[in-house]
């Protein structure tokens, strides 16, 4: 329960300060809740706003050091996504490339890095297309693993 606010002008401004502090991390709170609330996986398209759907969204974060010191390079990884992931997912996907780094059990791993993001209407046969992308670049390139983050987006064109 909160006392009786101070009377004095400096007390006061702390006072109100604090109160002010309180209401905007109950706002905040709320807004979160409001934001959670909408992407909802079992309220489907009704939580988009209008003319957005509901579409699953996957990304894939590929590692490009290999086991031999050397790394994937721009050629390889073209027709690597012109094999495996196109055919798989034709109807569009970005790709954006990065630096990423990670901790291993004799200090941090460092390397460059590529994200692959597909966004798709859900069906029986992701997974195993998803799953199939995923062993492909383990095989083909000499990885440990590929990590896989999946979510769902109001997407509209």
Do not use: N
């Not at 495996?84 to 990423?100: A, I, M, Q, S």
């Amino acid at each position: 329960m909160l006392s009786r606010p101070p009377r004095s002008g400096k007390l006061m401004t702390q006072y109100a300060s604090m109160l002010l502090t309180a209401m905007g991390c109950i706002a905040l709170g709320a807004a979160a809740v409001i934001a959670l609330r909408t992407a909802l996986p079992g309220e489907g398209v009704a939580a988009c706003r209008q003319g957005a759907a509901m579409m699953a969204r996957l990304e894939l974060l590929f590692g490009t050091g290999r086991p031999d010191g050397g790394a994937v390079g721009e050629v390889e990884w073209q027709a690597f996504v012109d094999a495996e992931v196109t055919p798989r997912f034709p109807d569009g996907l970005t790709v954006l490339t990065g630096y990423g780094q990670w901790r291993k059990t004799h200090g941090l791993r460092k390397e460059g890095s590529r994200v692959l993001m597909i966004w798709h209407a859900p069906a029986a046969d992701s997974e195993a297309k998803i799953e199939a992308i995923r062993d492909a670049y383990k095989a083909r390139f000499g990885q440990d693993s590929v990590m896989r983050v999946d979510g769902l987006s109001c997407v509209r064109f």
